[in-house]
């Protein structure tokens, strides 16, 4: 028998959907801005608040990822420790608020 080796290659660009996501996020965020603005009703501004506090919470977290990801010598490893306090400080916030 004989044995065969296949390396495969795969190289992934996710730019353009990253690109996109950012575009919808800030889309979204100004719709929800402006309906904010325009409605007035209690009830809908404070389902918008959570919505926007949530996407806070996320964005907060995929930072604080990032920077411990990337976290080199002490500068670096001081920023990801703040980051990750910061997003779990939001999030705690975030949780407790209902």
Known sequence: MSEET???NLE??????L???????TL???TLGLVRRLCGDET???AINKVQQFVMV??????AWIAFSLATGPLGWAM???SGLTAASV???FILSR
């Open 6 to 8: 296949v390396t495969f």
């Open 12 to 17: 992934l660009n996710v730019e353009h959907a």
């Open 19 to 25: 690109s996109d996501i950012r575009r919808f996020e």
């Open 28 to 30: 979204m965020f100004r």
């Open 44 to 46: 809908i501004d404070a």
């Open 58 to 63: 996320v964005r907060l977290a995929h930072s």
């Open 80 to 82: 990801a420790i703040v």
């Open 91 to 93: 999030a705690s916030d």
